[in-house]
């Protein structure tokens, strides 16, 4: 099974830009060597749309889930009091947990579970799917995949606005 993980187009305000939209449009011009099954969604305005462009093309279900929504953040730049910058220290520490703003380890769970339903629907047909969501979520779909170092933290991933990267998930991680 392959996953094409797809970072949504540039935006302003969750809307996205004229470029946004040009980044879709080459975006689903490329040929693939694979077909899809089914396009997953984060909630935000930026991906839905971004989305749209994949599911016109490939003429497939969308499914928007809530728990790939992008990551809470702290409300300012700069850390506040001990607490901010508790969970700024820890940010991405897979084992840090916090409910206010939301901690690493509570951020991947969410994830985790979303992976693991999409995973346990297409693995053993073989089908692929799409997910188009957030940097954030690029970096908990290659820890899910990957694993975790134990006491390590996880490196983040950086893409491009509307950049695929392709996961191959094997039987071993359903």
């Known amino acids: 099974m392959i996953i094409m993980f797809v970072r949504h187009g540039e935006a302003k305000n969750d809307k996205l830009t004229k470029f946004g939209k040009l980044q879709c449009k080459l975006a689903v011009k490329d040929k693939e060597k694979f077909k899809f099954a089914k396009i997953y969604s984060s909630p935000a305005n930026r991906c839905v749309k971004t989305a749209r462009y994949f599911q016109n093309k490939y003429k497939i279900p969308l499914d928007i889930l809530y728990n790939l929504k992008e990551r809470e953040l702290l409300k300012t730049a700069n850390p506040q009091n001990e607490h901010e910058q508790e969970w700024y220290d820890n940010y991405l520490n897979p084992e840090y947990s916090s409910k206010d703003p939301e901690g690493c380890k509570e951020y991947l769970t969410r994830n985790f579970v979303e992976f ?48 695929k990267v392709y996961f191959e998930i094997p039987d071993k991680v359903k």
């Not at 995973?119 to 969501?133: K, R, T």
Request: proline share 0%; with cysteine.
């Open 116 to 163: 693991k339903k999409i995973i346990d629907e297409h693995l053993d047909s073989q089908e692929n799917a799409i997910i188009v969501a957030h940097s954030g979520t690029l970096y908990a779909l290659a820890a899910y995949v990957n694993g975790i170092a134990k006491g390590k933290n996880i490196t983040w991933l950086r893409i491009a606005n509307c950049s």
